[in-house]
């Protein structure tokens, strides 16, 4: 498939910057079938199109927000089958955010828990001082 000239199309380093991936990990990601067919260029290299840098700049928030790559991976595999997988889609998304939702209640608790010793770290200084 060659990429369009009138259509945005970027290199692996560039498309890699943009989402702010390394080059190594972008092909990764190709290679754990992440990322579906990449056009290429009258000499065979990959190019980017906007479409892909989306899709990308989706597997690195999913990716942050700490969905397993297995999971990733049927993300990917339903997507790539149309609109017939649009409820297991929307179903793998609701049990992400589930977990989502419960890691950031932790991650509140813990923050409560650093807030409450440093307060009691600077009030110790201001005695001993």
């Known amino acids: 498939m060659d990429i369009s000239t ?6 692996v380093g560039e498309a890699a910057e ?3 991936l ?6 990764w990601y190709e290679q754990e079938g992440l990322v579906g067919r990449v056009g290429r ?9 906007e479409s892909d840098v989306n899709w990308l700049f989706l ?11 297995r999971d990733m991976r049927r993300y990917a595999e339903l997507a790539r089958h149309g609109d017939s997988t649009l ?5 793998l998304f609701e049990a992400h955010r ?20 440093i307060d009691a770290y600077r009030r110790a200084e201001e005695e001993s001082g």
């Not at 009138?6 to 290199?11: D, G, I, K, P, W």
């Not at 409820?87 to 179903?91: D, S």
Request: glycine residues 6%.
């Open 41 to 49: 260029d009258s000499s065979g290299r990959r190019r980017y199109t």
């Open 6 to 11: 009138r259509e945005m199309s970027l290199t």
């Open 59 to 69: 597997l690195t928030r999913l990716r942050r927000t700490g969905m397993p790559v």
């Open 18 to 20: 943009r989402v702010g």
């Open 22 to 27: 390394t080059t190594y990990t972008l092909r």
């Open 98 to 117: 589930a977990r989502v939702l419960a890691r950031m209640t932790e991650l509140e608790e813990d923050l409560k828990v650093l807030e409450y010793k």
């Open 87 to 91: 409820g297991a889609r929307r179903a």
